[in-house]
């Protein structure tokens, strides 16, 4: 991952960003977990959750928003 020049912190930044991200997925895991085993019917719930998990990995994970961006066109 390059570093921005005006930005020197922003290595930091995105860990931070990362870290939170992976929190939030775990917790919403263990909520996903607990609905799967109390309330098995409960499947378009489940995939609400899944979408909602998946647009945070795609997101924040895989850089999608990185293709497009303007200013990173030469690299």
Do not use: C
Request: hydrophobic letters at 50%; glycine letters at 6%.
């Amino acid at each position: 991952m390059a570093v921005p020049k005006d930005q020197p912190n922003s290595r930091r930044i995105y860990l931070r960003t990362g870290v939170w991200v992976m929190f939030i997925l775990a917790t919403i895991t263990l909520g996903e977990f607990i609905v799967g085993v109390i309330a098995p019917p409960w499947r378009s719930l489940l995939l609400i959750i899944a979408a909602f998990k998946a647009f945070y990995v795609i997101k924040d994970y895989m850089h999608i928003g990185r293709l497009f961006n303007p200013e990173r066109e030469g690299h």
